[in-house]
């Protein structure tokens, strides 16, 4: 006999559980008291669409309501456990509910079970089938395969897509022609520039903009809309910058990352944004709205955090790497004396420079700065005598006649390292 209160007489209710089995546990939650109870369920399986999913199902039948007058309990189904389409059975937790996993698991790999659920035309290609048909698993309301090249499709909760009316809900309540227009051109843009769409940052400026001339300009950026992968962070990044500046002066910031070089601030910018949110704070110095200089901004910040209680590292450097400090050309040659130097390079290059350090003091790395008189140009990384990477400012790669004199500088090293080593040899004998 199972006792159970009806929520809608509040009346006890007694009654037969035709469907118990004494080998078979299920785990519900009684909505009523709120109480995690076991019940000893006959418990089936199957394979059916579930949360816009397809899914392999543990269901139990569980009163909900009875008829007096053909005097019956009316049942409906309860799903305890869900798994998706697996392509091989994954380690089971030890659980009370192990038994009724390893059966979801057979389901899960047989895929043929599955296949009566996709109502798309599958590729003939095997390997192109196989991806099609786990997206499709994953992503039943979305009815086109283009979908397969968005970054991300978790704003599309809706039963059912296309790519027109998914395009159209990114528009949210911006339900204007110039902004509609924009977003297919910045959809047929990404497309043709990236092969994938990341509807991100088109999210961003209709939910965050609210003048339709802002939102169409910010669409029609030719940018790198993959720099934007992290939603959450662009979100926090959107809501730092207008809670400083104007809408319009925002737009105009993004407008001016359309200049390839300031593509590699943003990177940069974000990045740099993830570390130091938390200390960013309405008394945080306000700079020009411009890549530029909210990046050296957001850049002195971090490295003003990452040394603020910091001690004073010198390096030690061997003969060797310290035969390597000479004037070539236009440029002196210098190595970094300690972490606080190096701060100050990575500050003056606004890069991660100052993250080097315990590699400089280990001797696994070593760092060299190119000086035009007191200004840093660039620095390079030397492992082994060979270059590991040559960046100046921002990260950027240098000039072709920079990495001339960088060429040139190391080979004449190495010759005055072996000249050395000869003269030091015929001395010995």
Request: one cysteine or more.
């Amino acid at each position: 006999m199972l006792s159970i209160k009806s929520p809608r007489c509040h009346n006890s209710l007694f009654f037969d559980v035709e469907d118990i089995k004494q080998d078979s546990e299920a785990f519900i939650l009684d909505q009523y008291y709120n109480k995690r109870i076991k019940l000893n369920f006959k418990v089936h399986t199957k394979v059916a669409l579930h949360n816009n999913k397809i899914e392999a199902l543990a269901v139990i039948k569980i009163p909900s309501d009875v008829n007096f007058l053909e005097k019956k309990v009316i049942k409906q189904d309860l799903v305890i456990l869900t798994t998706p389409y697996t392509p091989k059975p994954l380690a089971l937790e030890p659980s009370p509910l192990r038994k009724i996993k390893r059966e979801l698991q057979k389901l899960s790999v047989q895929k043929r079970l599955f296949e009566p659920y996709i109502d798309m035309k599958l590729s003939s290609l095997p390997s192109k089938r196989e991806k099609q048909f786990e997206f499709t698993l994953s992503h039943y309301n979305l009815k086109d395969f283009e979908f397969m090249k968005w970054t991300h499709t978790h704003h599309l909760t809706k039963s059912k897509y296309t790519i027109e009316t998914a395009l159209l809900e990114l528009v949210n309540d911006k339900q204007f022609k110039s902004v509609k227009i924009a977003l297919f051109e910045n959809y047929a843009y990404q497309l043709k520039n990236n092969k994938t769409f990341n509807p991100n940052f088109v999210h961003m400026a209709t939910s965050k903009f609210s003048n339709v001339n802002h939102i169409v300009s910010l669409l029609a950026l030719k940018i790198n809309f993959e720099v934007f992968d992290d939603e959450q962070l662009l979100f926090k990044f959107i809501d730092f910058m207008l809670s400083r500046y104007t809408e319009r002066q925002v737009t105009h910031y993004f407008m001016k990352l359309e200049l390839s070089n300031h593509q590699y601030i943003l990177r940069d910018t974000l990045l740099t944004f993830k570390r130091i949110r938390e200390s960013l704070s309405h008394n945080t110095s306000k700079v020009k709205c411009s890549p530029n200089a909210i990046h050296k901004q957001f850049v002195q910040l971090s490295l003003a955090i990452q040394y603020k209680n910091q001690a004073i590292n010198y390096f030690e450097y061997a003969a060797l790497q310290l035969s390597y400090q000479v004037k070539i050309g236009a440029y002196n040659v210098n190595l970094p004396k300690n972490n606080f130097e190096l701060f100050e390079w990575a500050n003056e290059l606004q890069n991660c420079l100052a993250g080097y350090e315990d590699k400089i003091a280990s001797h696994k790395t070593t760092i060299y700065g190119f000086f035009m008189q007191s200004n840093l140009i660039f620095a390079v990384e030397i492992q082994m005598g060979a270059i590991i990477q040559a960046h100046r400012k921002y990260n950027l790669p240098i000039k072709p006649e920079q990495r001339k004199i960088l060429n040139l500088w190391l080979k004449e090293s190495k010759e005055r390292v072996a000249m050395a080593k000869q003269v030091q040899q015929h001395f010995s004998n």
